[in-house]
């Protein structure tokens, strides 16, 4: 397997959209990393010049050491696996997985040795006669990935592979291609919209927006200290709250007002707002969902920090009950436990858990307190 | 009689691939060998006739008469009336061995698909459709030929397709609406490698400009200096504007920039354009004069390439 080395790439079409904007990353030899971001933000461009589909217009992409900015795909040992795959439909799964190992010559008994221990890998031994009619959407997937597999690329490149599958067989075969990756021990760099597969797959997650990388960083970290508003809000579902906050610095004692709420500021993250000379400025207080609180206790104990609305949606999804209310006009969500009390049009009282909150710059939406 | 058996097997040949019968009464080897030849020459020359490549390359042309397409078709087993997208594939870097073998094994001859070269860089995939597919699966059918391609051949592939189209007549226009949208794709879209007939936006219309009113159009807005290209800063600000619908608060926001920079920016483009972005047919015109400038430059470097 390999490692990657992306410094200062860029890429630039002839009519001067700069998809891509200096993009730097180092990649470790078999580490599982996302490209996760909107529609439109590079990702895709990214691994596309990685593979060597598109043209890099500046920068150096380094593969075990080796500028490969002018090298041709075949020859950069890569594998790739996309969303709208075709397998041949005439072919058994053994010889689909086998027919890019023939075009390249490579001997019949290699074939079936490398087709033989992938499809040990994938779990499609026992389905190595069937045709591709005869396979469930799962085991075609999986029939796409032994295609890849049997090349023993460096790396394995992919777009967006599950996101013709269903919500179900998504599930089920993130878990495959996590198992897989440990399996394999491979360079995976892997590109979704869908900030929970990121989240479940990835050794790191680059959060990318507008052709430039917003954070680079583990899953737990981007979740816990994102680095502005828009990976705070791309990160997490139900998404971050967000509200406008006027700081109050008053000595020792900082506290934001939220319309007739007041919340006092803790002492680890204080000290940000004064030494940023915020006072008397308006920024913006993100929370997650499960850190707003309908617990009585956790209220008594929190009593700096409580947020009264009524409540307008009762959402129960078994294991959790979602709350959604307006806090001086500004919509938000509690994840609550399901044996809460409260339903729709209750009058409700919150605690926030200020130890969890998220400050940002309302003008530059980088973090403050992070 | 040295040459009996040939001479046997290539009579067998013309009457399968002919239905014509021949007999021959030969006096001499010389004969023989003569008569020989003329009979490879028929066959090779009826192939090349009646050869389904061929024949569908010239209905695309349109340079096949039209008053027996119906026969010829039938002849080479093709149905004249079934719903068909052609699907138009380009190769910037040329096709190869392992790229037809893919296609070939992706759509056997029993899917009654057709593979016709058209150039070193084109290939026509003539795909028998349902009459009741949407245009959401025949787009599906272009990103899987892309993808496949990417995967399996490790080469970057553009895809043009065309509407559903019944009769075997309609593959001209058919083909000419593919090659349009293929050539207007690639000209004006970025980043994408599948190109829709019926998605070709304003780039269908600048793409049929001639280049002297093209040339005037961009002297009437940016006076007798037409730039070559814009300056990338400030393309990357307008074009942020316009996807903002002309809002200031918003674009400003979005670029990390003090409203009063941003309007200061705007009235710079003012200065050099007299067009005032903040207005909506201003800004048209400047979005059009952008994709006009574009093209020619586009047009250009593809020249000098």
Redesign the interface.
């Known amino acids: 397997m390999a490692s990657l080395s992306l410094r200062g790439i860029d890429k630039k079409y002839p009519n001067g959209f700069h998809a891509v904007k200096d993009f730097n990353l180092e990649i470790d030899d078999k580490e599982f990393i996302i490209f996760v971001g909107p529609s439109g933000c590079g990702k895709s461009t990214t691994l596309r010049m990685i593979a060597g589909l598109e043209d890099i217009s500046g920068g150096t992409l380094e593969i075990d050491g080796k500028v490969m900015n002018d090298v041709e795909p075949k020859d950069r040992d890569i594998a790739m696996v996309f969303q709208n795959y075709a397998l041949y439909p005439h072919m058994t799964v053994y010889d689909n997985m086998a027919f890019g190992l023939k075009l390249r010559k490579v001997p019949k008994d290699e074939i079936d040795k490398k087709v033989r221990e992938a499809a040990k890998i994938l779990d499609l031994d026992k389905l190595l006669d069937r045709k591709p009619k005869a396979l469930s959407g799962g085991q075609r997937q999986r029939v796409a990935m032994g295609r890849a597999i049997v090349r023993n690329p460096k790396v394995f490149l992919m777009d967006e592979p599950l996101s013709n599958l269903d919500a179900k067989l998504r599930v089920q075969m993130r878990i495959e291609i996590s198992k897989l990756h440990e399996n394999l021990g491979a360079t995976i760099i892997y590109v979704t919209h869908d900030q929970t597969e990121a989240m479940t797959l990835g050794t790191r997650i680059v959060v990318m927006k507008d052709g430039v990388v917003q954070q680079v960083d583990t899953p737990q970290n981007l979740y816990n200290t994102p680095c502005n508003l828009f990976v705070a809000g791309f990160i997490g579902s139900p998404q971050m709250n967000f509200m406008d906050a006027v700081v109050n610095v008053a000595g020792n004692d900082v506290t934001l007002k939220i319309g007739k709420h007041t919340l006092t500021v803790p002492a680890e993250k204080k000290q940000a707002l004064i030494d940023g000379n915020y006072n008397g400025k308006t920024v913006v207080l993100g929370i997650r969902p499960e850190d707003v609180h309908d617990d009585p206790d956790f209220i008594a104990a929190n009593a700096s920090s409580v947020i009264t609305s009524k409540i307008k949606v009762y959402e129960l999804l078994g294991a959790e009950v979602f709350l959604y209310f307006d806090v001086e006009g500004t919509q938000m969500t509690a994840r609550v436990n399901p044996r809460t009390t409260l339903r729709t049009g209750d009058d409700a009282t919150f605690a926030l858990d200020m130890s969890r909150i998220h400050l940002f710059d309302k003008e530059t939406e980088l973090t403050i307190t992070n | 009689m040295e040459y009996q058996p040939q001479l046997k097997a290539a009579l067998k040949e013309l009457k399968r691939i002919t239905g014509i019968e021949l007999c021959l009464s030969a006096c001499s080897s010389s004969e023989e060998e003569a008569a020989l030849n003329q009979i490879r020459c028929l066959i090779t020359a009826y192939k090349e006739k009646y050869n389904k490549t061929q024949f569908l390359l010239s209905l695309m042309t349109d340079s096949a008469p039209s008053y027996d397409i119906n026969e010829r078709a039938g002849r080479l087993h093709i149905s004249a009336e079934e719903p068909r997208v052609l699907y138009l594939l380009h190769v910037p870097g040329g096709m190869d061995e ?1 790229m037809t ?2 296609l070939k ?2 759509f ?1 001859s ?2 009654k698909t057709y593979l016709v070269p058209v150039t070193e860089n084109t290939l026509v995939i003539l795909k028998p459709m349902h009459a009741d597919d949407t245009d959401e699966e025949i787009q ?1 059918a272009a ?6 391609l ?7 592939v553009q895809v043009a397709y065309s509407r559903i189209f019944y009769q075997l007549q309609e593959l001209a226009g058919a083909f000419q609406e593919t090659s349009l949208a293929l050539k207007v794709g690639r000209l ?1 879209t ?2 994408e490698n599948v190109f829709a007939y019926n998605k070709l936006g304003i780039g269908r219309l600048i793409y049929r400009l001639p280049h002297n009113i093209c040339k005037d159009f961009l002297t009437e807005v940016f006076g007798p200096e037409v730039p070559d ?2 300056d ?1 800063e400030m ?2 600000i307008i ?1 942020r504007f316009l996807q903002n619908n002309l809002n200031i608060a918003e674009t400003a926001r979005q670029l ?1 920039m003090h409203r009063n920079t941003l309007i200061y920016r705007l009235e710079q483009v003012e200065k050099q354009t007299g067009l005032d972005l903040r207005h909506f047919e201003d800004a048209m015109t400047f979005k059009i004069a952008v994709m006009v400038l ?1 093209y020619l ?2 047009e250009r ?1 593809s020249h000098y390439e």
Do not use: C, K, R
Request: glycine share 2%; charged share 15%.
């Open positions: 392992t073998e893919i094994h992706l056997p029993q899917t599906q990103h899987a030929i892309v993808d496949t990417n995967m399996e051949a490790l080469v970057s004006f970025f980043g290209t814009l990338e393309t990357t074009d990390h574009n430059q586009t470097t």
